[in-house]
């Protein structure tokens, strides 16, 4: 009798044998000598309590040497055979991939949106009774501008009122927000990475002159001069946040998505910029906080040329909307050197998540004048 692999089999059997090596290592790792974790006794309310197993789970978690390896196998499994990403990275067109958090619909989300915004009015307040100008720059979702490549993403029609709910909602308390969207929608290539959360640096460079041009108008611009120094390096491949969500950054190519080919800007300012008198460097008159959109692709750079100025930056990576402003306000930095403007870079992604009490106590406390 002649036995024929059936191609259907192979994801089935990839996986059995992720399991069985799975399974001999926990083995391997629960019996080897020498471990003190182990080697706890129990009492028999500790068992009923399920103590023993829950030690298992964090021991294995913990000291099996093949756990990362046996994951990566496994996404790299779940990617080459039908194109899953996990639960946070969806493909869309080509190599297009999105992140999941920027269509989620929320509970109470309308609410959340409003909350948001009164935080944002409770620090301007707080900065207008220290003659601080604030600007908002909400950042567009990469599925709003970059749509036409989504392929079958579903995008909720309830999400389309988001960005410009925010905006009205800001503008209507008398602060000034500087719309990204049309900027972005606007360039004739991409303005965000393909396998990347983020826009790309032509994305940053229209988004930094947007901001520029604003601040311009309304008479902000700092009155500080500073010179750059630009430099292109070689084309490479970049690879993006969403391939590390989807647990493949360690997975060489062509085993995973393949990342963004750029050749990436660099831009120094000038260590004379800004020096007064005695020498001393004066601290720059604006200063942005945010998130990780601040810190990626030189859009604090951008900025900086757009505006002939220096400019501080102040952003968090996974800093949702307020984790840099608590940070900023509190920094002796902002105290004893506060800046004349601060633009605030807000991500639409996170208007309708849920609101964390401690920012809305934190915006209390702004308002009692802390």
Not at 92 to 105: A, P, Q
Not at 112 to 141: C, G
Request: glycine fraction near 8%.
């Amino acid at each position: 009798m002649r036995l024929r692999l059936r191609p259907r089999l192979i994801p089935a059997m990839a996986m059995a044998a992720v399991l069985l090596v799975g399974l001999a290592s926990n083995i391997a790792a629960l019996v080897a000598p020498g471990d003190k974790a182990m080697s706890s006794h129990y009492s028999w309310h500790d068992i009923a309590a399920g103590k023993p197993t829950a030690d298992i789970a964090h021991f294995l978690l913990h000291h099996n040497p093949f756990a990362a390896s046996l994951v990566t196998v496994d996404r790299t499994i779940a990617w080459n055979v039908v194109g899953d990403l996990g639960t946070r990275v969806r493909r869309g067109c080509g190599n297009w991939l999105f992140l999941t958090d920027e269509l989620e619909i929320h509970k109470d989300r309308i609410a959340s949106l409003d909350r948001h915004a009164k935080i944002v009015e409770a620090a301007a307040a707080f900065l207008r009774r220290r003659n601080i100008d604030l600007a908002v720059a909400e950042v567009p979702d990469k599925s709003r501008v970059e749509a036409s490549e989504l392929c079958g993403i579903d995008r909720s029609p309830v999400l389309a009122p988001r960005y410009n709910a925010f905006v009205s909602r800001l503008r209507g308390a008398g602060m000034r927000v500087v719309d990204l969207l049309q900027p972005l929608t606007a360039l004739s290539g991409e303005g965000y990475y393909r396998t990347d959360t983020h826009w790309n640096q032509r994305g940053a460079k229209a988004a930094a002159g947007a901001i520029a041009a604003a601040l311009r108008k309304w008479g902000w611009a700092p009155t500080q001069h500073a010179e750059f120094h630009v430099t292109t390096g070689p084309v490479h491949e970049r690879v993006g946040d969403l391939i590390r969500l989807a647990g493949l950054d360690d997975v060489p190519w062509p085993l995973r998505p393949r990342g963004d080919m750029v050749a990436t800007t660099r831009i120094e300012q000038s260590a004379a910029a800004g020096t007064g008198i005695l020498d001393e460097v004066a601290a720059p008159q604006l200063v942005e906080i945010g998130t990780s959109f601040s810190r990626r692709a030189e859009f604090t750079g951008f900025l900086g040329m757009a505006l002939g100025a220096p400019v501080a930056n102040m952003a968090k990576d996974g800093g949702g909307l307020t984790a840099a402003a608590i940070a900023y306000f509190g920094n002796p930095a902002f105290t004893k050197t506060p800046p004349r403007v601060i633009v605030w870079e807000i991500p639409e992604r996170v208007l309708e998540q849920p609101v964390a009490a401690s920012d809305e106590a934190w915006a209390a406390r702004l308002n009692g004048g802390s």
